[in-house]
């Protein structure tokens, strides 16, 4: 009897090991996570992978007519070109006052090349205001999860929003409106509403040290300091920069934000080792604050 059961316990250890991926197998680059997280998308990350000019992702591309946009002025969605890793999150990210899609166009397949889908957007008019632009950018989400050509590789319940300037303030006003959203980075962003204690995405604040048009010292930093001191949130001061920083290729604003939107997207913890401990000055960072560590 004895040696019947141990034979079957053989049996099913080895039915086990069969049956069950290796770790190493959990954590080749491309496969849709392990079982802790369904949402992980990539290989573990390093310090080069976050400043690279592109991701592990081959990226595509597909432009949304501002004809077929309901809500906003149209744009380009960026996207992994493979769908073997499942859906993924997204962004749409909008300009700022003045401006057109093409000054924040670095950002799409710089980001869709770390696994997001991303939506680089034109606004109305290039005059509107930043609650304008907060409403642009969650109807843009809306077309994006709802009607666009790529909706089917995107997570609905995975979104986020970034924009420059004034299209930084309706990153604001949007994540306000739509606490559903899982991360929200204004990039040198105005508004003239400096207090916003109602937000409860996880939010990175961007100022430039040079900022002239948006100074820090009556934008970003408020903004910063008036979010919920509960809420996952950081700031980084650009050293050395301007307000139109973020229209150019920006190694240190490409790596933090990946790992923000990871991070809380995501919810890839992976990426907590860039955010946490907090990132030290240095020639490119003025200042960086923030609550650490970030909760799951």
């Known amino acids: 009897m004895k040696r019947h059961l141990a034979a079957a316990a053989t049996t099913a250890a080895c039915l086990t090991l069969l049956l069950t991926p290796s770790a190493g197998a959990a954590g080749t680059a491309g496969t849709a996570g392990t079982a802790a997280n369904p949402y992980e998308r990539g290989p573990a990350p390093s310090q080069s992978s976050i400043e690279a000019l592109r991701g592990p992702y081959a990226v595509s591309q597909t432009s949304v007519s501002s004809l077929s946009a309901t809500g906003f002025g149209g744009g380009t ?15 749409v990210i909008s300009p700022g006052f003045t401006a057109y899609e093409s000054s924040i166009a ?22 509107d205001q930043p609650d304008s632009r907060g409403r642009q950018l969650l109807a843009a ?18 979104l986020g929003v970034m924009g420059h300037s004034m299209g930084g ?3 604001l006003e949007a994540a306000k409106s739509r606490p559903s959203l899982q991360a ?10 400096k ?8 939010t990175l604040v961007i100022g430039a040290d040079g900022d002239t048009v948006a100074p820090v010292s009556s934008h970003s930093e408020p903004f910063y300091q008036s ?5 996952d949130k950081a700031y980084l001061e650009l050293n050395g920069a301007t307000h139109f920083t973020p229209n150019t290729s920006n190694t240190t604003i490409a790596k933090y934000s990946v790992s923000w939107l990871k991070r809380f997207i995501d919810n890839d913890t992976r990426y907590e080792q860039f955010l946490c401990p907090l990132p030290r000055p240095s020639l490119t960072i003025e200042e960086y604050r923030g609550t650490c560590p970030h909760d799951s």
């Open 195 to 202: 207090s916003w204690p109602e937000i409860t995405t996880p």
């Open 169 to 171: 303030g309706g990153t």
């Open 141 to 158: 989400l809306d077309h994006l999860t709802e009607r666009s050509s790529v909706r089917g590789r995107i997570d609905a319940s995975r």
């Open 184 to 193: 929200a980075i204004p990039l040198t962003g105005w508004n003239t509403d």
């Open 77 to 91: 969605i960026y996207y992994p070109t493979s769908t073997s890793d499942g859906t993924f999150g997204a962004v």
């Open 227 to 231: 979010l919920p001191s509960s809420l």
């Open 106 to 127: 670095w950002l799409g397949p710089r980001l869709a090349s770390q696994g997001f889908v991303v939506f680089t957007i034109d606004t109305l008019t290039t005059l």
